[in-house]
């Protein structure tokens, strides 16, 4: 059973293509959005909604190629697959270049089609995965007072809780408690999971004195 939350945005100038290919998509359980124009597309399409798109090569305005360079543009990371009326070689290998899932030639071959969907999925459960952790470790970070985050630099740094305590001007009980503090809120027991997390969340140690 294909995911409801799963949203396949479908665009092509070719209004028979667009019926043929939400059709076969629509028997299998997905949502699709299909949008005649890239226009269209760029006006109505929500990138909060996981999903991919399969977007025509050779449209008017702007083609497959830029609309999937307009998304990226706008911090938009979406898996696309590309369909084409012509065998272009050249197109094909620029596409796969920029990401794209795969590079289907019309008539599109319903089991072609479903496996690059598939994989697709795939890729954007990955994604949302990864954004998910992102997310929660920008919100630990977020609940951290300014002397914790300080702190936080200096202990992944692999400096001790008395060198902390002189570099910041304070006793060593002090440090202990905003260490404490922190590795809580941070949710983590040891410096090597406070390292790794702090990495993701672009927290880089404080410079050690020499």
């Not at 305005?61 to 990371?77: F, M, N, T, W, Y």
């Not at 071959?109 to 470790?137: D, F, N, T």
């Not at 060198?163 to 440090?175: F, M, N, P, R, S």
């Amino acid at each position: 059973m294909n995911d409801s939350r799963f949203v396949i945005f479908l665009v092509d100038d070719d209004p028979g293509v667009l019926k043929a290919l939400s059709r076969i998509l629509d028997t299998k359980g997905y949502e699709v959005r299909a949008f005649s124009s890239s226009a269209e597309f760029l006006a109505q399409h929500d990138p909060s909604i996981p999903g991919c798109a399969i977007f025509d090569v050779s449209m008017p305005e702007l083609d497959g190629i830029q609309l999937q360079a307009a998304l990226k543009a706008g911090g938009v990371e979406r898996p696309v697959i590309f369909i084409t009326g012509v065998g272009d070689i050249p197109v094909s290998v620029q596409a796969m270049k920029a990401g794209a899932i795969d590079f289907l030639t019309k008539p599109v071959k319903s089991q072609q089609l479903l496996a690059a969907i598939a994989l697709a999925a795939e890729k954007e459960a990955q994604a949302l995965e990864v954004r998910g952790e992102l997310a929660s470790v920008n919100d630990r970070i977020s609940k951290l007072t300014p002397r914790e985050r300080e702190v936080l630099t200096h202990v992944i740094a692999g400096r001790l809780n008395k060198q902390i305590a002189a570099d910041l001007g304070t006793v060593e009980k002090t440090i202990k408690l905003h260490r404490g503090r922190m590795m809580r809120k941070m949710g983590v027991r040891t410096v090597a999971d406070l390292v790794r997390i702090a990495q993701r969340g672009g927290i880089k140690p404080s410079r050690t004195r020499v």
